[in-house]
């Protein structure tokens, strides 16, 4: 067999996987994952197979991250909790402390004080803000639609995932990643169902697939525009 095009991939064993998939990211480039016991002398084959579809999302996230980059040092003068419908004008004050306090003012207006010209320091502060809230409001949406869809949890958390919108163990714990409060709420709706699903099927089965649809019917609509999903997040909470 020739040389494959492409040499700079990662590639994860998987216990769940029972296929290969190919998963492209702004933060990790291609990842593929194979289940358990897949001969890896395979794997060229296969991606010389989707070479086409590699090339073109590879060019498109390369093009993504470029972007990221360049607004990257961009310190957000609204933050837009597409989620939950609520802006937030953030105002900058300079005060001599090497820290940043942030206080909540009446009409979503995010007041931040202290050492403003350290980037990184306003970045983490608005990061960690922003996990609050999703606490705050994420967490309780999630109980919700439980009930609503009667799949129940033992228990959830927030976390700041780079590459997952959230996960379900086998002891039925949901991890939601903070930034779903940036997307639309229709799609962070079907990213709780999605996790609630696995509290029932770990797997991405036909079975798993069937319940999802049970529980939402436009799945597919949804996901399909989580591909793209994060588009949603600004630069700044990368």
């Known amino acids: ?45 296969i991606i010389e197979r989707r070479r086409a579809w590699i090339e073109t999302t590879l060019k498109r996230m390369d093009e993504r991250r470029r972007k990221f ?44 004080e202290g050492e403003i010209d350290n980037i990184p320091l306003v970045k983490k502060a608005v990061q960690k803000w922003v996990s609050r809230q999703a606490r705050i409001n994420l967490l309780p949406w999630l109980d919700e639609v439980s009930r609503e869809i009667n799949l129940p949890f033992s228990k959830a ?14 002891r039925k714990t949901i991890s939601l ?29 036909a079975r798993y697939w069937k319940l999802v649809e049970e529980k939402e019917p436009n799945f597919k609509e949804f996901d399909k525009a989580m591909r793209d999903g994060w588009k949603w997040v600004p630069a700044w909470m990368m």
């Not at 296929?19 to 990790?28: A, G, T």
């Open 1 to 45: 067999m020739k040389e494959p095009f492409l040499h700079n991939y990662k590639v994860r064993v998987s216990d769940r996987a029972k296929r290969v998939l190919l998963k492209i990211s702004v933060q990790n480039g291609l990842e593929i994952v194979i289940p358990k016991r897949y001969p890896k002398n395979r794997i060229p084959e």
């Open 69 to 112: 980059t360049a607004q990257a040092s961009v310190l957000p003068e609204m933050i837009n909790l597409e989620a939950i419908r609520e802006d937030w004008l953030v105002e900058y004050t300079f005060k001599n402390t090497k820290k940043i306090s942030i206080t909540e003012e009446p009409g979503c207006v995010l007041k931040l």
């Open 157 to 170: 958390t927030i976390r700041s995932q780079r590459t997952r919108w959230g996960s379900c163990s086998s």
């Open 177 to 205: 990643n903070r930034n779903l409060l940036f997307l639309p709420e229709e799609l962070v709706r079907y990213i709780l169902i999605h996790e609630l699903a696995h509290t029932v099927e770990l797997n991405h089965s």
